[in-house]
Protein backbone atom coordinates (compact mmCIF):
# COMPACT_ATOMS: atom_id res chain seq x y z
CA UNK A 1 0.00 0.00 0.00
CA UNK A 2 1.53 3.22 -1.16
CA UNK A 3 2.02 6.53 1.66
CA UNK A 4 -0.89 9.20 0.76
CA UNK A 5 0.39 12.59 0.87
CA UNK A 6 -1.52 15.30 2.69
CA UNK A 7 -2.26 18.85 1.12
CA UNK A 8 -3.96 21.43 2.25
CA UNK A 9 -6.89 23.32 0.08
CA UNK A 10 -9.17 26.11 1.22
CA UNK A 11 -12.74 25.25 0.02
CA UNK A 12 -11.95 27.28 -2.86
CA UNK A 13 -9.41 24.81 -4.60
CA UNK A 14 -11.64 21.63 -3.43
CA UNK A 15 -14.38 23.35 -6.17
CA UNK A 16 -11.88 24.00 -8.15
CA UNK A 17 -10.49 20.89 -8.10
CA UNK A 18 -13.50 18.89 -8.67
CA UNK A 19 -14.59 20.61 -11.23
CA UNK A 20 -11.23 19.85 -13.07
CA UNK A 21 -11.71 16.45 -12.33
CA UNK A 22 -15.23 16.33 -14.25
CA UNK A 23 -13.28 18.07 -16.87
CA UNK A 24 -10.61 15.28 -17.27
CA UNK A 25 -12.96 12.87 -17.05
CA UNK A 26 -14.79 14.07 -19.41
CA UNK A 27 -18.10 14.54 -17.41
CA UNK A 28 -17.78 18.40 -17.99
CA UNK A 29 -17.20 20.80 -21.00
CA UNK A 30 -14.08 23.49 -20.51
CA UNK A 31 -16.46 26.25 -21.30
CA UNK A 32 -18.88 24.87 -18.76
CA UNK A 33 -16.10 24.90 -16.03
CA UNK A 34 -14.82 28.34 -17.17
CA UNK A 35 -18.10 29.83 -16.71
CA UNK A 36 -18.60 28.39 -13.37
CA UNK A 37 -15.25 29.09 -11.96
CA UNK A 38 -15.32 32.12 -13.43
CA UNK A 39 -12.08 31.85 -14.99
CA UNK A 40 -11.25 31.48 -19.26
CA UNK A 41 -11.47 28.41 -20.81
CA UNK A 42 -7.74 29.18 -22.02
CA UNK A 43 -7.53 29.05 -17.95
CA UNK A 44 -9.30 26.04 -17.73
CA UNK A 45 -6.49 24.32 -20.33
CA UNK A 46 -3.93 25.62 -18.25
CA UNK A 47 -5.21 24.23 -15.19
CA UNK A 48 -6.14 20.76 -16.70
CA UNK A 49 -2.42 20.58 -17.89
CA UNK A 50 -1.21 21.36 -14.20
CA UNK A 51 -3.63 18.44 -12.97
CA UNK A 52 -2.54 15.71 -15.02
CA UNK A 53 1.40 16.81 -14.45
CA UNK A 54 1.33 17.10 -10.67
CA UNK A 55 -2.17 16.13 -9.39
CA UNK A 56 -4.15 18.00 -6.75
CA UNK A 57 -0.92 19.35 -5.89
CA UNK A 58 -0.88 21.35 -8.89
CA UNK A 59 -4.22 23.42 -8.01
CA UNK A 60 -3.49 24.26 -4.85
CA UNK A 61 -2.22 28.65 -5.19
CA UNK A 62 1.57 28.82 -5.27
CA UNK A 63 1.49 31.98 -3.21
CA UNK A 64 0.66 30.52 0.04
CA UNK A 65 3.23 31.51 2.51
CA UNK A 66 4.84 33.96 0.67
CA UNK A 67 4.35 37.78 1.60
CA UNK A 68 1.76 40.08 -0.23
CA UNK A 69 3.51 42.24 -3.24
CA UNK A 70 1.53 45.53 -1.44
CA UNK A 71 3.19 45.27 1.92
CA UNK A 72 4.69 47.79 3.75
CA UNK A 73 8.45 48.17 4.61
CA UNK A 74 9.40 47.09 8.01
CA UNK A 75 10.59 50.67 9.03
CA UNK A 76 7.09 52.10 7.88
CA UNK A 77 5.17 49.70 9.21
CA UNK A 78 6.65 49.96 12.63
CA UNK A 79 6.62 53.83 12.30
CA UNK A 80 2.42 53.54 11.70
CA UNK A 81 1.91 50.94 14.60
CA UNK A 82 4.21 53.35 17.00
CA UNK A 83 1.86 56.56 15.92
CA UNK A 84 -1.32 54.73 15.71
CA UNK A 85 -0.38 53.54 19.54
CA UNK A 86 0.63 57.07 20.71
CA UNK A 87 -2.35 58.87 19.58
CA UNK A 88 -5.19 56.15 20.43
CA UNK A 89 -3.46 54.29 22.95
CA UNK A 90 -6.75 52.74 24.16
CA UNK A 91 -8.78 52.43 21.15
CA UNK A 92 -8.98 48.72 19.36
CA UNK A 93 -7.98 48.36 15.94
CA UNK A 94 -11.43 49.68 14.29
CA UNK A 95 -11.94 52.60 16.37
CA UNK A 96 -8.57 53.62 15.87
CA UNK A 97 -8.69 53.61 11.87
CA UNK A 98 -11.89 55.66 12.13
CA UNK A 99 -10.68 58.13 14.61
CA UNK A 100 -7.70 58.52 12.41
CA UNK A 101 -9.58 60.45 9.85
CA UNK A 102 -7.72 57.17 7.37
CA UNK A 103 -10.65 56.40 4.57
CA UNK A 104 -11.67 53.01 4.59
CA UNK A 105 -12.98 51.06 1.28
CA UNK A 106 -16.37 50.94 2.52
CA UNK A 107 -16.48 54.76 4.14
CA UNK A 108 -14.97 55.70 0.21
CA UNK A 109 -17.81 53.41 -1.50
CA UNK A 110 -20.19 55.14 0.62
CA UNK A 111 -19.14 58.66 -0.21
CA UNK A 112 -18.66 57.54 -4.07
CA UNK A 113 -22.39 56.04 -4.19
CA UNK A 114 -23.74 59.17 -2.30
CA UNK A 115 -22.18 61.17 -5.12
CA UNK A 116 -23.29 59.45 -7.94
Request: proline fraction near 3%; include cysteine; glycine fraction near 6%.
Amino acid sequence: MAATERITMTMRELDRLKLIQDVVDARLKPLRAAQRLGLTTRQIRRLVGRFREHGPQGLVSRRRSRPSNNRLDRVTADRALSIVRERYADFGPTLAARSSGNATASSWRRRRCANS
